[in-house]
């Protein structure tokens, strides 16, 4: 079944305090998975293959990274005159704001909402990667008559999340008859997905009732307490699935995809799941090195050891090296003699024998000078003069200027930067030879 008459919503930052050490300069969304994906790749390409033409994604924080993955949409085939690909970040509009619960997301886009044709909306967290098939769910739940259907699996609770998750109690038909939130009780429970099916209708009417009563929360404030006026269904994903609740369980859930068996599960032919293009080399393996056991992505160069590791594009295992157990993501560098074992590394980072230091390659110090300076919700403005194609400048929401410029050049080159807005911002500095620079102006 294709399904056309739905509009999907993704929550990226959901469940990021979890897994801090990953989501420092990125969003749970845009965490790397399995070699060359993201974990939105999965809530995403799930919704398109069921034939959900418009999605919104409502971001919070921290969504460089998503932007630069999800760009247009183009792989996904979400560029669209109508519907497509939405990112909304906070600030969107004049009232949003940066939101706490799922309440106060969706009433940002609210009038959104409104205008929209679809009849039902999916929402979806992307803290887990699996295979749910988004038009058999919304199949289930127009055939049940219910007005909300919930997905859940049956699981143990794991500790780290005995204080963030939704648990369902449900009658002999599937009916929701309690929704338990911090769930700590040991055993298999309905543990909840995060991912939920209505009427695009009831949810605008359940939003702006529950704004106005200051509540935040969908499961816990709205669906929760109306259950007896509410017709709420579970829908059981028993398929394979992969749930990122904090570093170890990233490790493992990687780990776990060098078993074929897992992969097929994960990744079904006539479910494909869509990712950012990358037009890079196929992995160049040397003559000597030795690979067992891996998955290594397009762009890598192996010229050590490497075993039971997933490698993400780009990374280099350097002649003398030996890897083992490790998930090693984007552009990072093993120098020769080298020796790791159950190691995760962030994106283009070198790692160096003789120092015994991880040092961070040149690509992170530059994007440092936009994720570090530039706040949600800032805004371009409008450059021009020599350096037009080498300088960008902000606002930052609290009136704050950051101004990023670049010299290319093997010599000093002389900036200047005025304000027309405020002639007490300008200011003329000298840029060292091939620099990045970055200045706040109050």
């Not at 969304?29 to 033409?53: C, H, K, Q, W």
């Not at 939405?86 to 600030?91: D, E, F, K, Q, T």
């Not at 929704?179 to 298999?188: H, T």
């Not at 609290?398 to 405020?422: C, I, K, M, S, Y």
Request: hydrophobic content about 40%; overall charge neutral; proline content about 4%.
């Amino acid at each position: 079944m294709v399904n056309i008459n739905a509009l999907g919503i993704i929550f990226p930052n959901t469940y990021d305090e979890l897994v801090p050490q990953l989501v420092k300069h990125r969003t749970m969304a845009s965490v790397p998975f399995g070699g060359r994906y993201r974990m939105i790749d999965f809530t995403l390409s799930g919704m398109v293959n069921a034939g959900i033409e418009n999605v919104t994604v409502i971001a919070k924080k921290n969504y460089h990274s998503l932007m630069d993955h999800l760009g247009s949409g183009r792989e996904w085939d979400l560029v669209r005159k109508r519907g497509g690909l939405n990112i909304v970040p906070p600030y969107a509009q004049s009232q949003s704001k940066v939101y706490h619960g799922r309440v106060e997301a969706l009433y940002s886009i609210v009038n959104f909402l409104a205008e929209q044709k679809e009849k039902y909306v999916v929402i979806s967290d992307c803290n887990v990667a699996s295979d749910l098939n988004f038009a058999h769910l919304i199949d289930a739940h127009v055939k049940s008559g219910a007005n909300v259907t919930m997905v859940y699996e049956r699981a143990e609770i794991a500790k780290p999340i005995t204080t963030d998750n939704y648990t369902f109690t449900m009658d002999d038909a599937g009916r929701v008859t309690e929704i338990r939130w911090n769930d700590y009780r040991m055993g298999v429970q309905n543990l909840s997905m995060g991912v939920i099916v209505m009427d695009r209708e009831e949810l605008i009417a359940m939003v702006k009732d529950a704004a106005v009563q200051n509540r935040m929360y969908l499961e816990r404030d709205i669906l929760g307490p109306s259950l007896k006026i509410l017709h709420v269904q579970g829908y059981e994903y028993s398929g394979y699935r992969a749930r990122i609740y904090d570093i170890k369980s990233y490790f493992d859930e990687n780990m776990r995809l060098l078993c074929p068996e897992n992969v097929a599960q994960l990744f079904p032919t006539e479910r494909p799941v869509y990712t950012k293009v990358r037009d890079e080399a196929p992995v160049r393996y040397a003559m000597d090195c030795q690979v067992h056991r891996c998955i290594v992505a397009d762009g890598c160069i192996i010229e050590g050891e490497v075993e039971n590791c997933v490698l993400f594009r780009g990374v280099k295992v350097s002649k003398g090296a030996k890897v083992k157990n490790c998930v090693l993501m984007q552009g990072t560098t093993v120098e020769p003699g080298v020796t790791l074992d159950y190691i995760v590394t962030d994106k283009n980072v070198t790692i160096t024998a003789d120092k015994h230091e991880v040092r961070r390659n040149p690509e992170y110090y530059v994007m440092r000078h936009f994720s570090h300076y530039v706040r949600p919700g800032a805004k371009v403005l409008g450059t021009t003069g020599h350096f037009n194609s080498m300088a960008i400048a902000f606002r930052n929401p609290d009136g704050t200027v950051v101004v990023v410029a670049q010299n290319a050049l093997d010599e000093e080159r002389p900036f200047e930067f005025a304000d027309p807005d405020a002639a007490e911002r300008g200011f003329k500095v000298t840029l060292a030879p091939r620099s990045f620079n970055t200045f706040v102006l109050d």
